[in-house]
């Protein structure tokens, strides 16, 4: 599952501009053009990065990524400032604020798409391997196999998304709303006790001859892949 990415652009020629790019990578993007849209946003689905505009309507950039580094779910998701704002003191201020990089408007799309590759590449490296293991737990997502203690485990297609979109980042909770959002897609309505049913059938798939399970579920908030799951078998 390709990473997501949210971008939060009020200038909606740069915000189609970055998008086509960035699906044309293979990536999944998001866009908010205002700061309460993009707060919104991410209430709904965290991503795995943001670019973000400094200036916007209603709250600015800086403030944005001010509020997200302190809140725990979105304090290490990379942020790339974008803005027409090129002197010195202004980069700072970004790179402070806790940005992890800054480029100046106008850019060069190839080097953004660079950019936020090789963010990605240092933040979630398991978004761009090819294997994702944990335990004895490994998910190919070359062939979409899923192995466990070298055992085949066969599972369809909804549960290998669940199951690659749980393990991308273990100990992170996710909602029902958002992996409904993030597994089936926001354009397709399906009722949220649905989770339930496909986390239930990939639970039995894969914890057989009682195996430990990897899936960890949170009262009153969602599900997550247990972090500790790796170090316990």
């Known amino acids: 599952m390709a990473a997501t990415i ?13 998008r086509y790019n960035l699906e044309a990578e293979g990536f999944r993007v998001l866009g908010a053009s205002s700061g309460d849209e993009a707060i919104e946003q991410i209430q709904q689905t965290v991503p795995d990065l943001i670019l ?8 600015s950039g800086i403030e944005l990524c001010r509020r997200w580094r302190s809140r725990e779910e979105t ?39 660079a950019r936020v590759n090789a963010l990605l590449r240092r933040s979630s490296p398991q978004l761009v391997t090819s294997v ?12 979409h196999r899923v192995r466990r203690a ?31 959002d993030g597994v089936w897609g926001n354009d397709v309505y399906v009722d949220e006790r649905t989770v339930d049913v496909h986390v239930g059938r990939l639970r039995k798939a894969i914890n057989r001859n009682r195996a430990a399970d990897p899936i960890r ?14 170090a316990a078998t």
């Open 52 to 59: 973000l505009d400094w200036m916007l309507p209603g709250l």
């Open 132 to 143: 994702l293991k944990a335990g004895d737990l490994e998910l190919d997502r070359t062939s």
């Open 75 to 113: 304090a290490r998701v990379p942020i790339i400032m974008i803005t027409a704002r090129g002197e010195e003191a202004e980069r700072v201020r970004g790179l402070a604020t806790g940005a992890d990089d800054y480029v100046v408007k106008p850019f060069s799309v190839p080097e953004l798409v």
């Open 150 to 180: 070298g055992r085949e485990v066969h599972l369809g297609p909804t549960e290998y998304r669940l199951l690659e979109y749980l393990m991308r980042h273990p100990g992170r909770v996710y909602s029902r709303e958002q992996l409904l």
């Open 217 to 230: 579920t949170v009262r009153g908030a969602g599900y997550a892949f247990d972090e500790r799951f790796a």
């Open 6 to 18: 949210l971008i939060v652009e009020d200038e909606e020629d740069v915000a189609l501009l970055l």
